[in-house]
């Protein structure tokens, strides 16, 4: 008796989240008659690196420019007896799983490969994806249970510059943590750059100006978890460096930035921040003495 053909197929993909959402791909007719959902991804060419293979097969499933992580977990699935192609077979798959994310202003996924291996792409509740509302490869549920966010801790310098009784804020464009949200001007320190320079750098970048360094106020920091202006899922560790600083009298500052994490720069009144009129993150309250209770310091 002819023994059953060996194949063995080797394969790249991604978990792509957004808020509490995966991205998922729909597998058509031609792999299963029932409704089943799986990551982005297939199978590699001969001679392809997996990291390539994975972002040509998201775009293909779903239209999205992917990015993916340098480092990946690898899973390893025997089925002695499976159809494929419409023989049976001694079936050997090996998947590679990247970490990936996609850019925040991709527009919805939608297939692009023409008689592919599915038919469909979507963004799924995570929820419904673990409860089995939705319907799901094992891969699927295996990958999410080892899926660690990427952890990113950044160091940033912000300043408080007051005109009377206004505080000079930006406003967090949707490309930002926290987004529409008034901040101090300010933002990460670079490698090697000094806390003060990169302070006077940033506020010239969103605001047009150039301000005076003075006292360091106070250190403050805030950890959280949620999608970074570059479209990946972070768990976001921010320490950040108050500092006093002023402008010239004269200055009027004005917005810089363009498609940055900035959308919007102001004096807002203090009676204003104090009454929640403008909504301000709250290193900003700290900052000025506006806490209302011993939540609002991070």
Request: overall charge negative; charged content about 25%.
């Given at each position: 008796m002819a023994s059953t053909p060996k194949r063995q197929r080797v394969a790249a993909y991604a978990v792509i989240l957004r808020d509490e959402e995966i991205?998922?791909?729909?597998?058509?007719?031609?792999?299963?008659?029932?409704?089943?959902?799986?990551?982005?991804?297939?199978?590699?060419?001969?001679?392809?690196?997996?990291?390539?293979?994975?972002?040509?097969?998201?775009?293909?499933?779903?239209g999205l420019d992917a990015t993916v992580s340098d480092t990946a977990r690898v899973y390893s699935a025997h089925m002695p007896s499976v159809w494929r192609?419409?023989?049976?077979?001694?079936?050997?798959?090996?998947?590679?799983?990247?970490?990936?994310?996609?850019?925040?202003?991709?527009?919805?996924?939608?297939?692009?490969?023409?008689?592919?291996?599915?038919?469909?792409?979507a963004w799924q509740p995570v929820e419904a994806v673990l409860d089995g509302t939705v319907p799901v490869t094992p891969l699927v549920v295996d990958a999410l249970a080892d899926h660690r966010p990427y952890r990113n801790q950044r160091l940033a310098a912000?300043?408080?510059?007051?005109?009377?009784?206004?505080?000079l804020l930006t406003r967090v464009s949707a490309r930002g943590y926290h987004s529409g949200q008034w901040s101090l001007p300010g933002g990460g320190v670079e490698h090697g750059e000094r806390p003060a320079e990169?302070?006077?750098?940033?506020?010239?970048?969103?605001?047009?100006?150039?301000?005076?360094?003075?006292?360091?106020?106070?250190?403050?920091?805030?950890?959280?978890?949620?999608?970074?202006?570059?479209?990946?899922?972070?768990?976001f560790h921010s320490v950040m460096l108050l500092f006093s600083a002023?402008?010239?009298?004269?200055?009027?500052?004005?917005?810089?930035?363009?498609?940055?994490?900035?959308?919007?720069?102001?004096?807002?009144?203090?009676?204003d921040i104090?009454?929640?009129?403008?909504?301000?993150?709250?290193?900003?309250?700290?900052?000025?003495?506006?806490?209302t209770g011993a939540g609002e310091r991070r």
């Amino acid at each position: 008796m002819a023994s059953t053909p060996k194949r063995q197929r080797v394969a790249a993909y991604a978990v792509i989240l957004r808020d509490e959402e995966i991205l998922l791909s729909r597998l058509s007719p031609l792999v299963t008659s029932e409704e089943l959902w799986t990551l982005p991804g297939g199978g590699l060419d001969h001679g392809e690196d997996p990291r390539d293979a994975v972002i040509r097969e998201v775009h293909e499933e779903t239209g999205l420019d992917a990015t993916v992580s340098d480092t990946a977990r690898v899973y390893s699935a025997h089925m002695p007896s499976v159809w494929r192609g419409g023989r049976r077979v001694n079936a050997h798959a090996v998947r590679i799983v990247y970490d990936g994310w996609v850019p925040v202003e991709s527009p919805e996924p939608r297939v692009v490969e023409v008689d592919g291996s599915t038919i469909e792409a979507a963004w799924q509740p995570v929820e419904a994806v673990l409860d089995g509302t939705v319907p799901v490869t094992p891969l699927v549920v295996d990958a999410l249970a080892d899926h660690r966010p990427y952890r990113n801790q950044r160091l940033a310098a912000y300043a408080v510059i007051r005109r009377d009784d206004r505080v000079l804020l930006t406003r967090v464009s949707a490309r930002g943590y926290h987004s529409g949200q008034w901040s101090l001007p300010g933002g990460g320190v670079e490698h090697g750059e000094r806390p003060a320079e990169a302070l006077v750098r940033e506020v010239r970048e969103e605001c047009g100006v150039t301000c005076e360094v003075g006292a360091l106020l106070d250190v403050v920091d805030d950890h959280f978890s949620g999608i970074a202006p570059n479209g990946r899922y972070e768990d976001f560790h921010s320490v950040m460096l108050l500092f006093s600083a002023e402008v010239p009298s004269d200055a009027e500052p004005q917005l810089t930035e363009v498609d940055g994490t900035t959308d919007a720069v102001a004096w807002v009144s203090l009676a204003d921040i104090r009454s929640g009129a403008v909504v301000t993150y709250a290193a900003v309250r700290h900052a000025l003495g506006l806490e209302t209770g011993a939540g609002e310091r991070r």
